[in-house]
């Protein structure tokens, strides 16, 4: 018994120092890891797009009788977007996936593909035609046009192009 109550008198338990920077290094461990997995679940939820309309160009096809606008965009955003609809003026393009030799002279056509949709990766860029026939609502060269962009996210890109 004797030799039993030497060997528990000589053990010591832990300092108080070593104690408080074992549960402080724990502490900032869980905090980290917490804060990993927190942004992770953030991102999921925080994604988001932004097109930006880098150029519009007009040029005018006078054996075809309209206005070429060639929009250049890029997306600067987190998330893919995918354009479903152009406005002209606030009046929906009536021809999808055309190309300027079948835009009729009084309406206006793009080559935005609605089947499958034109999608912009995150980074990407993209370009899409509009043509406007140069009968269109009277038209004439020196006018601007309102250029209007849609997006499945809900989201407008307005652009004002001058007719040359």
Same mark, same amino acid.
């Given at each position: !018994? *004797?030799? #039993?109550?030497?060997?528990?008198? *000589?053990?010591?338990? =832990?300092?108080?120092?070593?104690?408080?920077?074992?549960?402080?290094?724990?502490?900032? +461990?869980?905090? =980290?890891?917490?804060?990993?997995?927190?942004?992770?679940?953030?991102? @999921?939820?925080? #994604?988001?797009? *932004?097109?930006? /309309? #880098?150029?519009?160009?007009?040029?005018? %096809? $006078?054996?075809?009788? %309209?206005? @070429?606008?060639?929009?250049? !965009? *890029?997306?600067?955003?987190?998330?893919?977007?995918?354009?479903?609809? =152009?406005?002209? %003026?606030?009046?929906? =393009?009536?021809?999808?996936?055309?190309?300027? $030799?079948?835009? $009729?002279?009084? +309406?206006?056509?793009?080559?935005?593909? /609605?089947?499958? $949709?034109?999608?912009?990766?995150?980074?990407?860029?993209?370009?899409?035609? /509009?043509?406007?026939?140069?009968?269109?609502?009277?038209?004439?060269?020196?006018?601007?046009? %309102?250029?209007?962009?849609?997006?499945?996210?809900? !989201?407008?890109?307005?652009?004002?192009? #001058?007719?040359?």
């Amino acid at each position: !018994m *004797k030799l #039993q109550n030497k060997i528990l008198r *000589k053990r010591r338990a =832990v300092s108080p120092v070593i104690a408080t920077v074992i549960l402080v290094a724990v502490a900032i +461990t869980v905090a =980290v890891a917490v804060s990993y997995w927190m942004s992770g679940i953030s991102s @999921q939820y925080t #994604q988001f797009e *932004k097109v930006e /309309i #880098q150029t519009a160009i007009c040029t005018l %096809n $006078p054996t075809l009788g %309209n206005w @070429q606008i060639e929009v250049k !965009m *890029k997306n600067s955003g987190s998330k893919s977007s995918t354009i479903t609809n =152009v406005f002209i %003026n606030e009046v929906e =393009v009536t021809g999808y996936d055309q190309d300027a $030799p079948t835009t $009729p002279l009084g +309406t206006i056509s793009t080559d935005l593909t /609605i089947v499958p $949709p034109f999608s912009i990766s995150s980074g990407a860029t993209g370009t899409i035609f /509009i043509w406007v026939g140069a009968t269109y609502e009277t038209l004439s060269s020196g006018t601007t046009i %309102n250029i209007k962009i849609h997006s499945a996210g809900g !989201m407008d890109y307005i652009k004002l192009v #001058q007719l040359v």
